[in-house]
Structures are given as C-alpha cells and as structure tokens.
C-alpha cells in the first residue's frame, strides 16, 4: 500500500499585521488641517464680502493668501492615517 508523505513544517506564514498603519496620528493633525482650512475659506470669503477692503488692503494677493491656507490644510491632510 502507498504511503502518503509528510507535509513540510517550514512554510511561509505572512504576518498578520500587514496593511495596518504603524502609528496612529499625531493628535496635532487634525486640528491644524481644520484651522488652515476654515481660516482659507474664511479669509476668501470676507474679502469677496467685502468688496476687496478686507482683511488686508493688497487687492488680488489676498485671494493668493486664502489659497495659502486652503493648500497648507491639504498637505496637512495628506499625512494623515
């Protein structure tokens, strides 16, 4: 009669952690992201209302501020987990 063959013990098992973040987030970065981004929207917006006074007299560089602040809160974003 054939006798069947022992299977290796030696296989491969991938750990059980993969695809799982190694940290959690800093607890800065969440409320820095929301901060850039209100004060961005804010500061567009109060210049749009208004009519180019606010909030400081440089005419078009305000909105170029604004997009600042928007964009800073973006890349904020982009590291978290």
Same mark, same amino acid.
Do not use: C, H, Q
């Given at each position: 009669?054939?006798?069947s063959?022992k299977r @290796?013990? @030696?296989?491969?098992?991938a750990?059980?952690?993969? $695809?799982?973040?190694?940290?959690e987030?800093?607890?800065w970065?969440?409320?820095?992201?929301?901060?850039?981004?209100?004060? $961005?929207?804010?500061?567009?917006?109060?210049?749009?209302?208004?009519?180019?006074?606010?909030?400081?007299?440089?005419g078009?560089?305000?909105?170029?501020?604004?997009?600042?602040?928007?964009?800073?809160?973006?890349?904020?974003?982009?590291?978290?987990?």
């Amino acid at each position: 009669m054939a006798v069947s063959k022992k299977r @290796d013990k @030696d296989v491969y098992k991938a750990p059980r952690n993969i $695809g799982k973040p190694e940290s959690e987030n800093p607890k800065w970065l969440v409320p820095t992201a929301l901060t850039l981004l209100i004060v $961005g929207l804010t500061w567009i917006v109060i210049y749009y209302i208004t009519a180019a006074n606010w909030p400081l007299p440089i005419g078009n560089y305000n909105l170029l501020i604004g997009f600042v602040f928007l964009g800073g809160g973006m890349v904020v974003l982009t590291r978290w987990k």
